[in-house]
């Protein structure tokens, strides 16, 4: 089968639990898990989701449980979207209202809606200074770390294997000019809570990207700045950090910036995925239409901008329904942004059958899930490729990274071979197709990671249960 997760760096998906392969009648959107496979389908073009799909893309909604029961909501919901993310039934208040004791029902049902759609689940929000439980609001100190950790480590185990990307932490730094940690009860329990939440999410489930998420930070200013010295300085250290979330709130005090793409490429750029994880934007008419095609095409112009979700589906379902910022208006009826994003989606970007030597506007400079050569290991000298493997294991499961290289003259496309050891299957795949899931087992290329230059590097990877691999692959370029 194949596991194609289109653009989105090192996302993983299930490791656990049953597998599930779905249909969604319009998108033809596969879930395995946590893992989309997005295939293009005749009615690619006509809904948001499809159309983002053909761009190896999610759109996505945020949804609110008890909206679920509203036919032309869910109506629109199911047409239109291939990502879902709860409005605010992850939260912590939501999720462990008291001390140690979780409540998952609401929450459940937007993931169990999400799942028997084909809809993949971004996780919102693990770790915030705000809609907190009352019993959190009044700790401190390390009890407050501690009941802080032990949150995320719950909550993400539990929704292990159904979330493709968390929002680990939200909105930790601080308006204004001075690019500083916002005070809050939990900045207050020492500068590194933030890596702490990181850590703990990624021992909870290692295969969910986990996202620092954040609003006014989509321009270059020196909020957006604090956040990226903490990504670069992340990065730097091995503090688990996958993606950026840039929320996208927008209206006319807070415009579409002027250098919202090229903000987003400068964090694309630090290795790490881009999401318009809360995309509204206020106002009406052409107006409106033409800064929702804006915010779409900058997103399919980043190579590693993963994906987009609007923060309600009707405007009337908006957390600041007048200001009507939303893609359907008060009864579901399609608004001129619709018809502008869903233009933007169809037209712009980066389609994954771009021939080579199609122009396009916005070139990515340098493929995102590539990197420079190691020095310490050079290209082979011939033609071909060359593969090494890392594995992230643990009892019973592990996480194997393969990192290609091409050789002297270059590739376009890659196959590599790796046996697993008896016993071990691969449950999910990401940034390449494979073939076959126990014993010999091959990986191709996909759209966007085939053709290297000379020395290199790009990274794909996989889930499995049972033993990790080792040794070293096979690589054959093409
Ligand atoms: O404020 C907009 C968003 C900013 N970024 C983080 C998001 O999580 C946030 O979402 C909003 C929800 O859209 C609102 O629905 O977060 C608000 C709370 O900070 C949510 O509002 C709350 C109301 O304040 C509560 O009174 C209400 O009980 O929604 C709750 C559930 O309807």
């Not at 490791?15 to 319009?26: E, M, Q």
């Not at 899930?369 to 033609?383: E, H, I, L, V």
């Not at 990274?401 to 046996?419: E, M």
């Not at 076959?436 to 000379?454: C, D, E, K, M, P």
């Amino acid at each position: 089968m194949s596991d194609k997760k289109d653009r989105r760096g090192r996302q993983v998906g299930l490791r656990s639990g049953p597998r599930l392969a779905l249909v969604l009648g319009t998108a033809a959107t596969l879930a395995v898990g946590a893992t989309m496979v997005f295939a293009p389908t005749a009615s690619a073009g006509t809904t948001l989701g499809a159309s983002a799909a053909e761009k190896g893309r999610y759109f996505g909604t945020a949804v609110a449980a008890n909206k679920l029961s509203d036919s032309t909501y869910v109506g629109i919901l199911n047409r239109e979207f291939n990502s879902v993310t709860a409005e605010n039934e992850m939260k912590w208040d939501a999720t462990e209202p008291s001390q140690g004791n979780f409540s998952y029902a609401n929450a459940d049902r937007i993931v169990n809606h999400a799942r028997s759609n084909g809809q993949q689940v971004r996780g919102h929000a693990l770790a915030w200074h705000s809609q907190q439980p009352g019993w959190a609001q009044n700790m401190s100190g390390t009890a407050l770390r501690n009941a802080m950790l032990n949150h995320v480590t719950q909550v993400a185990t539990y929704y292990r294997g159904k979330i493709v990307a968390w929002d680990v932490v939200n909105e930790a730094f601080a308006d204004g000019g001075g690019g500083n940690r916002r005070d809050s009860n939990l900045q207050r329990t020492g500068n590194d809570w933030i890596e702490a939440a990181f850590r703990a999410a990624r021992a909870a489930d290692p295969g969910a990207k986990l996202c620092y998420n954040d609003y006014n930070t989509d321009g270059q200013n020196a909020k957006s700045n604090a956040v990226y010295a903490m990504v670069q300085d992340f990065k730097a250290r091995g503090v688990p950090i996958d993606c950026v979330g840039f929320q996208s709130h927008f209206n006319a005090q807070s415009p579409v910036p002027s250098d919202y793409q090229a903000n987003l490429q400068r964090f694309a750029n630090l290795g790490v995925d881009v999401q318009i994880t809360e995309l509204d934007i206020e106002g009406s008419g052409t107006t409106q239409a033409n800064n929702f095609a804006r915010v779409v095409q900058a997103c399919l112009a980043i190579t590693r901008c993963t994906g987009i979700t609007v923060w309600g589906i009707r405007d009337t379902d908006s957390w600041r329904a007048s200001g009507t910022p939303l893609l359907f208006d008060g009864s579901g009826n399609k608004k001129a942004a619709y018809t502008s994003t869903l233009n933007a989606l169809n037209s712009g970007g980066n389609p994954i059958t771009t021939p080579p030597t199609q122009p396009t506007t916005n070139p990515p400079t340098t493929p995102p899930t590539t990197t420079p050569p190691p020095t310490t290991t050079p290209p082979p000298g011939g033609a071909g490729c060359s593969a090494t493997l890392s594995n992230n294991a643990w009892n019973g499961g592990y996480v194997t990274t393969i990192r290609v290289t091409a050789g002297s003259s270059g590739t376009n496309g890659w196959t590599i071979g790796v046996t697993l050891p008896s016993g071990s299957t691969i449950t999910n795949a990401w940034n390449t197709n494979r073939s076959g899931n126990t014993g010999s087992v091959q990986f191709s290329n996909v759209a966007y990671n085939g053709r290297l230059t000379a020395g290199q590097v790009t990274e794909f990877g996989f889930q499995g249960t049972g033993n990790a691999p080792s040794g070293t692959p096979t690589c054959a370029a093409s």
